[in-house]
C-alpha cells in the first residue's frame, strides 16, 4: 500500500504554519525568558510581564494556534520530496521506525524512574516530529 503524499508545495506551507503559531501561541514565555535574561544581575526588582498575547488572544485560542503549529509540522512531514522515490520512501519508513522505537523507549523510561511525572501530551506529539525530522534529514545527507 502506498501512501498519498502532499505535494512539495506543501512543505513550505507547513513551515509557515509551524513558525508563524508556534511564536504566537509561545509569544508570552518568550517575552518572559527575554526579560528576565536582560535583567539576571538586577536582583533588587523583578518586572513582571504583561501576558500580551493571553490577553489579546485569549487561551482557548492560544491552545488552538498549538494545535495549528503542531498539525504545520504533520503537513511538512507528509510533503513530497522533489524528488520522490523507492529510495526516499525506505527513508521514510526506516525514519518512522527508528522514531517510534526510540519515543516508546523514552517513554517507558521516563515512566519507569518517574511514576509522577506530569507532561501533557502535545510534548510527546512535538519530541516525536522533531525527532522523525531529524533523523530522516540525517538519513537523507548521509546515504
Known amino acids: 500500500m502506498k501512501l498519498q503524499i502532499l ?11 509551524f513558525i508563524v503559531f508556534s511564536f504566537i501561541s509561545a509569544g508570552d514565555d518568550f517575552i518572559k525568558g527575554f526579560n528576565e535574561g536582560s535583567n539576571y544581575n538586577k536582583t533588587e526588582k523583578t518586572i513582571e510581564q504583561d501576558s500580551n498575547f493571553k490577553d489579546y488572544f485569549g487561551e482557548n485560542l492560544l491552545h488552538w494556534f498549538d494545535v495549528i503549529s503542531i498539525f504545520g509540522i ?10 520522490e522515490d523507492d529510495y526516499i520512501s525506505q527513508l521514510r519508513l526506516e525514519s518512522y521506525q527508528i522514531t517510534a522505537i526510540v519515543g516508546l523507549s523514552i517513554s517507558i523510561l521516563l515512566y519507569a524512574f518517574s511514576e509522577e511525572i506530569k507532561l501533557t ?6 519530541l516525536f516530529m522533531y525527532f522523525y525530522l531529524i533523523t530522516f534529514f540525517i538519513k537523507k545527507r548521509i546515504y
Open 7 to 17: 505535494p512539495n508545495w506543501c512543505k513550505k506551507l507547513g513551515v509557515t504554519m
Open 121 to 126: 501530551l502535545d510534548y510527546f506529539i512535538t
Open 74 to 83: 504533520l503537513i511538512y512531514m507528509l510533503s513530497r520530496e522533489k524528488i
